[in-house]
């Protein structure tokens, strides 16, 4: 009888039950690039998880040179193979560059958090500026697009992944855009302050 019943209570033991899934669907700022990937902001999140002793896994299917174009095209295929509880959608940066129309990176996006939705998963979106060399009625009008769609759509919004470092040339690497390795601790303390009210003991 004691056998069944500390089966049982493995079992049922919330340390013993699967863990769920966190999947980052990205571009270069969260694939790492230019750095040791085990200094990214997205693998200094397993370790926070970890740490902090909250059962979830990281999936990162992020890609250098994503577009939010490319991630709608991925999406559905990348919610099949990893079945997350939670995606953390940090596309936007690689349109701004390219200057698309912020109207097409907002239908983009909102079809990602629609995909995502029809699967039971939450969203949890992040925000990008560009520099002010694009103009400022592009940069303002590129920016408020994530605004309007985490009101629309009622997702949480990390209004700026960059936030307390981007104009602090020393946190980036040479080309100007991508952030050092001494940089991801800042990243992720910008995510965590709204991924941590999502996440489930």
Same mark, same amino acid.
């Given at each position: 009888?004691?056998?069944?019943?500390?089966?049982?209570?493995?079992?049922?033991?919330?340390?013993?039950?699967?863990?769920?899934? *966190?999947?980052?669907?990205?571009?270069?700022?969260?694939?790492?690039?230019?750095?040791?990937?085990?200094?990214?902001?997205?693998?200094?999140?397993?370790?926070?998880?970890?740490?902090?002793?909250?059962?979830?896994?990281?999936?990162?299917?992020?890609?250098?040179?994503?577009?939010?174009?490319?991630?709608?095209? &991925? *999406?559905?295929?990348?919610?099949?193979?990893? =079945?997350?509880? @939670? %995606?953390? %959608?940090?596309?936007?940066?690689?349109?701004?560059?390219?200057?698309?129309?912020?109207?097409?990176?907002?239908?983009?996006?909102?079809? @990602?958090?629609?995909?995502?939705?029809? =699967?039971?998963? &939450? %969203?949890?979106?992040?925000?990008?500026?560009?520099?002010?060399?694009?103009?400022?009625?592009?940069?303002?009008?590129?920016?408020?697009?994530?605004?309007? *769609?985490?009101?629309?759509?009622? %997702? /949480?919004?990390?209004?700026?992944?960059?936030?307390?470092?981007?104009?602090?040339?020393?946190?980036?690497?040479?080309?100007?855009?991508?952030?050092?390795?001494?940089?991801? /601790?800042? *990243?992720?303390?910008?995510?965590?302050?709204?991924?941590?009210?999502?996440?489930?003991?």
């Amino acid at each position: 009888m004691w056998r069944f019943l500390l089966v049982a209570y493995l079992w049922l033991s919330p340390a013993a039950a699967a863990a769920a899934t *966190i999947m980052v669907l990205g571009d270069s700022l969260s694939s790492g690039y230019g750095i040791d990937q085990d200094a990214g902001w997205v693998n200094l999140l397993k370790e926070r998880l970890r740490r902090e002793k909250y059962n979830y896994t990281v999936a990162n299917v992020s890609t250098s040179g994503e577009t939010t174009l490319g991630g709608k095209n &991925r *999406i559905e295929a990348a919610l099949r193979r990893h =079945r997350p509880s @939670i %995606v953390i %959608v940090a596309l936007g940066a690689n349109d701004g560059l390219r200057g698309e129309k912020p109207e097409t990176m907002r239908l983009n996006l909102e079809a @990602i958090v629609r995909v995502c939705r029809s =699967r039971g998963t &939450r %969203v949890l979106l992040l925000g990008m500026r560009l520099p002010p060399n694009y103009g400022k009625p592009y940069t303002e009008k590129f920016h408020a697009v994530f605004g309007e *769609i985490a009101g629309r759509q009622r %997702v /949480p919004l990390v209004p700026f992944l960059l936030e307390g470092f981007a104009e602090n040339r020393d946190y980036f690497q040479s080309d100007g855009l991508h952030p050092t390795a001494a940089a991801q /601790p800042l *990243i992720l303390e910008t995510v965590w302050k709204k991924l941590e009210p999502m996440l489930k003991r």
